[in-house]
């Protein structure tokens, strides 16, 4: 579990932020639709980058990046996540995670210690559908730990859901609703194909029309404070 990617610049990963994105290699699921499947699968294929090295690049552009987006893979899983968030806040930087929510006491220690400034949790699906949808024996206890600790922290989060045709359906996202209900922000992203998806399956389905995935937030509304659809 090492640092395997970087992204010196996005401005969609961290809202309101221009932000680096760090990907973990590794992940304990197995979502069929993942576009980060060297990621997931191969990790040990792709260069290992030291914190010390994303600290140095940091430092070289702090006059236009002020935060940085933690993503994977899910590096919740990585034993050295805490001691590399606390290398980035001493720094000044802004830290945002993205993770499955699998590993609430990771997640538990890292809102006590005010390490985080946005948390964003994919939910992949209703309970009884969590297993389809990670291709994996999902700790169910442990999402919905994770899920009641963003809940009740004061830090700014989301959670999503991609919007898996053949998958996912409408009842699927009422269910996921009352999941979540009273949370501040839930977000529906768009399905994208590629040619990097983990389930070579899933390459050719085409993603659910705009105006479908108007009906299910329009439908999820009482449940959210805020409802987006992330295309």
């Not at 640092?3 to 996005?10: A, E």
């Not at 294929?45 to 090295?53: A, M, Q």
């Not at 809940?151 to 045709?165: C, D, G, H, I």
Request: net charge neutral; aromatic share 8%; hydrophobic share 40%.
């Amino acid at each position: 579990m090492t640092i395997r990617g970087i992204q010196l610049t996005s401005l969609v990963d961290f809202p309101s932020e221009v932000c680096t994105t760090v990907f973990y290699g590794g992940c304990n699921f197995r979502c069929p639709w993942c576009h980060n499947a060297d990621l997931v699968l191969r990790p040990f294929t792709l260069p290992e980058i030291s914190p010390d090295e994303v600290l140095n690049l940091l430092s070289r552009r702090r006059s236009w990046v002020q935060a940085v987006c933690i993503t994977g893979g899910e590096p919740t899983l990585a034993p050295g996540l805490e001691e590399f968030i606390l290398s980035l806040k001493s720094c000044g930087f802004k830290v945002k995670l993205d993770t499955n929510g699998t590993q609430p006491e990771v997640l538990a220690r890292l809102l006590a210690g005010g390490l985080l400034d946005y948390v964003a949790m994919d939910v992949k699906a209703p309970p009884e559908k969590y297993n389809l949808l990670t291709g994996t024996r999902a700790d169910l206890e442990a999402v919905r730990e994770s899920i009641a600790l963003i809940k009740n922290s004061r830090v700014a989060y989301e959670f999503r859901t991609t919007v898996v045709p053949g998958l996912l359906l409408e009842e699927d996202f009422l269910a996921i609703g009352r999941l979540l209900r009273g949370a501040r922000r839930y977000v529906l992203q768009q399905y994208r194909p590629a040619g990097t998806l983990l389930d070579g399956n899933f390459r050719d389905i085409l993603p659910y029309p705009g105006a479908t995935l108007n009906n299910i937030a329009q439908k999820l509304q009482p449940f959210f404070a805020n409802v987006e659809i992330r295309i």
